[in-house]
């Protein structure tokens, strides 16, 4: 998937919960199947293990640090423009693998009214060289309409909550005319949305597994799923999903699965906010 400056692959590698010697080890399996979009955020604690798993990965000369592009986020916080630029230096010493490629407002918060000077912190530090790329999470239209209003940039990345029974059909739509990349987080609604009826037929159809039909749903709709797997068979099993094409009907099928209230916990980035 394409903005105007970031090419990112179809796919990338969520790490929420991988911590300690078995993180590390999952982010170097990762890497060694395939991945290279790796995903973590301060507030995961696992930037030191993420890190680490890179760098194993670097050090086995499975990949060269220009094809990784890995992803950390500011919490809600330090938005604050001083904080912010101390957390972004704090994320780049615990990877220890050089400056941020893809650094993320991890929620808009709008009732704290600090995320434009945290975007304006983020473009800050990009200029200083300790980030690469900047982007959002969990950002409405709304807020980045603000965000462009306010500063005159756009974030690269928005990732958002997207999994069949919210497909955020108008903010997908939203960010790609907007020249922003789309992002899903939680893009197997933490694998309960695995036994859903069109999920299944189109599963039995094409013979492969029914994660495998929703990342493909997912990379049809322009959408770059995250998902999040322990083991190198699921990270495969993952990955093998960019092999896989869905009929329109297919698409539409498991899109109708959609319902208003279907995020996973209720978090409405309109009043939702996450420290
Ligand atoms: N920006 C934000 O606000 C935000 C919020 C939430 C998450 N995220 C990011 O998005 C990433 C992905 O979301 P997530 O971890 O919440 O959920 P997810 O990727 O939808 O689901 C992960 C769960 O599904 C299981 N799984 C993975 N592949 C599977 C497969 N092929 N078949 C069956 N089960 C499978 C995993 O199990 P095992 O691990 O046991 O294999 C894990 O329990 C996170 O890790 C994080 O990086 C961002």
Redesign the pocket.
């Known amino acids: 998937m394409t903005s105007d400056e970031l090419l990112l692959p179809s796919i990338g590698f969520?790490?929420?919960?991988?911590r300690g010697e078995a993180g590390r080890a999952a982010v170097t399996s990762a890497i060694e199947t395939g991945y290279r979009l790796i995903?973590?955020?301060y507030n995961?604690e696992n930037e030191g293990t993420v890190g680490a798993g890179i760098r194993d990965a670097l050090a086995a000369g499975t990949v060269d640090r220009d094809e990784i592009i890995y992803t950390s986020?500011l919490p809600g916080r330090y938005q604050h423009r001083e904080d912010a630029l101390a957390t972004v230096e704090e994320s780049v010493w615990r990877s220890g693998i050089g400056p941020v490629d893809l650094y993320?407002i991890?929620?808009p918060n709008p009732g704290q009214g600090l995320y434009v000077e945290a975007w304006k912190a983020l473009i800050e530090a990009r200029d200083r060289g300790l980030v690469r790329h900047i982007g959002v999470?969990?950002f409405l239209p709304e807020h980045l309409e603000t965000l462009e209003r306010e500063t005159g940039e756009l974030p690269v990345v928005n990732?958002i909550?997207l999994?069949p029974e919210f497909p955020q059909t108008d903010a997908l739509a939203w960010n790609t005319d907007h020249g922003i990349i789309t992002e899903s987080?939680?893009?197997?609604?933490?694998?309960e949305v695995?036994e859903a009826a069109p999920v299944a037929a189109a599963a039995a159809a094409h013979d492969v597994?029914?994660?495998?039909v929703i990342l493909a749903w997912h990379r049809s709709r322009g959408a770059v799923a995250?998902?999040?797997?322990?083991?190198q068979a699921?990270q495969q099993?993952?990955l093998e999903s960019l092999q896989l094409d869905l009929t329109d009907a297919e698409i539409a099928a498991i899109t109708a699965l959609g319902r208003p209230d279907g995020r996973r916990k209720d978090q409405d980035p309109a009043v939702y906010e996450?420290f």
Not at 226 to 231: G, H, T, V, Y
Request: aromatic share 10%; with cysteine.
């Open positions: 969520g790490t929420y919960k991988l995903d973590s955020a995961y986020k993320l991890h929620w999470c969990n990732q909550e999994h987080w939680s893009p197997l609604n933490r694998g695995l597994t029914p994660g495998q995250i998902p999040k797997a322990s083991s699921r099993e993952n996450e």
